[in-house]
């Protein structure tokens, strides 16, 4: 997966929060907006981390402003928690998009997804919580309406995932190319 990650003020912020409906994925996944859904690639990391690093090299930071709790269902049919709880965004949204269909575009264009209204390339999300019961993700979704949380994107991850944790494995400034 390659996503926006959250600066230092605002992982912590959101942190607190996570930890309120996922203490397990706090401990095991840093917060994150996916960009490119996750995929499979056979192409080295390095030559990985050199094509994904031109094209986020040319697209300058951004802010995003979380909020609009949703709850959606997972549709991974191995998940016991299949109730996510997640914070949409209500501005820096189209930042997001547009870096998400230049990866596609260049990069990534066999794994763009078939069904993209649920993608990275018109939901731009992060996944805060989850559950096993509806009725404890609504519940969730209440308490935090009203709420909202700001990420000053500055840096793009590619994650790779580990027994249903997701690792930073390499860390791309955005606008370095265009900072030079």
Known sequence: MIAALADD???????????LYDRTGVDETPPHVPIVDPFEENTPLVDLIDMVGLIVSVHQPFMLELSAPERT??????????????LIAAQGAEESQRL?????????????????????LHRTAMTIGRFRQEKDADRA????????YFLVVTQ????EEDDGSWT?????????????
């Open 9 to 19: 003020t605002a992982r912590r912020e959101i942190d607190l929060v996570r930890a």
């Open 73 to 86: 269902y997972d549709h991974d049919p191995e998940t016991e928690v299949p109730q996510l709880l997640q």
């Open 100 to 120: 998400a269909e230049a990866l596609y575009r260049d990069v990534f264009p066999h794994q763009r997804p078939d069904f993209a209204a649920n993608s990275a």
């Open 141 to 148: 979704v209440t308490d935090l309406a009203g709420k909202s």
């Open 156 to 159: 793009v991850g590619i994650l």
């Open 168 to 180: 930073v494995r390499h860390r791309m400034d955005l606008g370095s190319m265009v900072q030079s």
